[in-house]
């Protein structure tokens, strides 16, 4: 419920102080609503089982390990609206993430207009947006994760990581980065203890639909089946996949720019890495994190 308040109150003050963004995310999304469920053939498998779901009550994934949640929340809109009603509830989470995105980058840092319109804009996100895919979905509730652990709401904290993690199962791992940046940020060890048992817990129950229909070991077993072929062979053509898929999630203007700022602040960020800041180690964890998942399983 807290969480629910503070995200209308941000809500409010950004379409009061950025109305013109708003306009803009909304104007240029548009188009998308109405063109099929995405780009990405993954969005429509995702519409499928939806329907399915809704229409007789049997959940088959549209892919493993599974998306359940956002399969399941997708379900109604699907079967009552088809894409266009589908992918508009896409493009409000998306300017829900937006929002709290905004919230944190004026709370911990500068610029914060300038990392909206950067997430706002980056071109996966562009393309996302309004489409009936998970990206989004799963990046609102990390980030109001993120505001709750910041708030020393470590029970709220771990739930909402779970319910991540229950969107893309990949969004565990961040359970490394927020335990380095709660320690960093002097709270108690029971409480980060009690952060990562609230989020086990809830993708343990997230995950109850796959394990029902496939068992545990089945589960599993599926899932690597699925996935056995998508290892790239040399370590080289996974640093060439990673690069290649960080330039297409930012984009090389975003990433030009982003650089240039780097560059320009270094001092300011090598006296941070000293000072052992909380969010700037974080935020390399975090990096570190899932460039190491990356490589494990180049994926996306």
């Not at 229409?55 to 088959?60: A, F, K, Q, R, V």
């Amino acid at each position: 419920m807290r969480s629910f308040f503070f995200l209308a109150d941000a809500m409010r003050s950004f379409f009061e102080r950025h109305w013109v963004l708003l306009v803009a995310i909304v104007v240029t999304r548009l188009p998308f609503l109405f063109l099929g469920y995405g780009a990405d053939a993954d969005s429509w498998l995702v519409a499928n089982s939806a329907a399915t779901l809704w229409h007789t009550g049997d959940y088959y994934p549209s892919r493993l390990p599974g998306y359940p949640l956002h399969e399941i929340f997708s379900a109604p809109f699907v079967a009552h609206g088809g894409a266009p009603l589908s992918n508009a509830a896409t493009l409000a989470i998306s300017i829900a993430a937006i929002v709290v995105w905004s919230r944190i980058a004026e709370q911990h840092g500068r610029n914060h207009r300038l990392l909206a319109i950067a997430l706002a804009f980056a071109p996966s996100v562009w393309q996302h947006s309004a489409g009936t895919i998970d990206y989004m979905w799963s990046l609102l509730f990390l980030l109001l994760a993120f505001i709750a652990l910041d708030r020393r709401q470590s029970i709220l904290a771990g739930v909402l990581l779970g319910i991540a993690t229950g969107f893309r199962a990949s969004n565990f791992i961040a359970v490394i980065p927020f335990a380095v940046y709660g320690a960093l940020s002097k709270h108690e060890k029971k409480n980060l203890v009690t952060m990562s048992a609230a989020c086990v817990a809830t993708t343990l129950v997230m995950f109850a639909p796959l394990v029902l229909r496939y068992g545990f070991f089945g589960w599993i077993e599926a899932t690597q089946m699925q996935m056995s072929d998508i290892h790239p062979e040399t370590f080289a053509r996974r640093l060439i996949a990673f690069g290649y898929r960080s330039i297409y999630f930012i984009g090389p203007v975003t990433m030009i720019v982003g650089m240039a700022l780097l560059w320009k602040g270094r001092r300011g960020l090598a006296e941070a890495l000293r000072a052992k800041e909380p969010i700037v180690l974080t935020i390399l964890v975090a990096i570190t994190s899932y460039l190491l998942q990356f490589f494990w399983l180049p994926l996306e």
